[in-house]
């Protein structure tokens, strides 16, 4: 089955100190992964994805096939990092590239 | 461009009734799809659209209907409302499936 498991539901840091969001993935296929965020009262928007191979905000997340995983980091947490992250599986073929989402970890970053 | 639109923002019903919750996208985006999205459970897949007259079901498709007629319009129809129904709603819309899914602000519902 394809499955989406970020085994966190809140995880919390002091500004400055390095975060790692957790997200493992459950699929027979190639895989691509996406993060996506949401900050308080805005909308869900892409922070990024394993092919595109970036740095956004600060952020990386490199794809893991062999421990199917593709967990966020960023080395130094500001404030303005705190918002709910969803990591998000689309699969290939027959479900059309649709998404299926993490349940999500919310990540506070504290002064 | 306005991007994805959802009306309304807001919403209560009383179980039984219906309605529909309106998305519009104006970036003539083929692919269109409704999530919900509840405490402890992220957002699941109730209908999606892959062009003017296609859609099929997602992950959680009971007690909801839907038709793409445009392809600027994706209403979602909820039959006869369900307290089990009481969530946030997200419609997205992307280019085709593999590109990048842009939300809607959401529609909070809640059925008593």
């Known amino acids: 089955a394809q499955r989406v498991t970020q085994p966190e539901k809140l995880l919390s840091v002091f500004k400055g100190a390095p975060v790692e969001l957790k997200c493992n993935y459950s699929?027979?296929?190639?895989?691509?992964l996406f993060w996506y965020v949401q900050y308080s009262r805005q909308r869900l928007q892409l922070l990024l994805r394993?092919?595109s191979r970036e740095s956004i905000k600060g952020f990386t997340a490199d794809l893991n096939k062999g421990e199917t995983s593709f967990h966020l980091k960023k080395p130094f947490a500001q404030e303005e990092d705190s918002a709910m992250y969803y990591c998000?599986?689309?699969?290939?073929?027959?479900?059309?590239?649709?998404?299926?989402f993490g349940k999500g970890t919310k990540l506070s970053v504290k002064p | 461009n306005a991007g994805v639109t959802q009306t309304p923002k807001f919403q209560v019903l009383k179980t039984g009734q219906s309605m529909t919750l309106q998305c519009a996208q104006d970036?003539?985006?083929?692919?269109m799809s409704w999530y919900r999205q509840d405490p402890g459970m992220g957002l699941r897949l109730i209908h999606y659209?892959?062009?003017?007259?296609?859609?099929d079901q997602g992950e959680v498709p009971n007690g909801y209907n839907v038709s793409r007629s445009t392809t600027e319009d994706f209403p979602l129809r909820l039959l006869s409302a369900a307290p089990s129904q009481t969530s946030v709603y997200f419609c997205?819309?992307?280019?085709?499936?593999?590109?990048?899914?842009?939300f809607g602000p959401g529609t909070r519902l809640t059925v008593t």
């Open positions: 659209s892959v062009g003017a007259g296609i859609t």
């Open positions: 998000a599986l689309r699969t290939l073929g027959g479900s059309q590239g649709n998404l299926i």
């Open positions: 970036m003539n985006h083929e692919y």
């Open positions: 699929y027979s296929g190639s895989p691509e």
């Open positions: 997205a819309s992307s280019y085709m499936s593999a590109y990048e899914q842009y």
């Open positions: 394993h092919i």
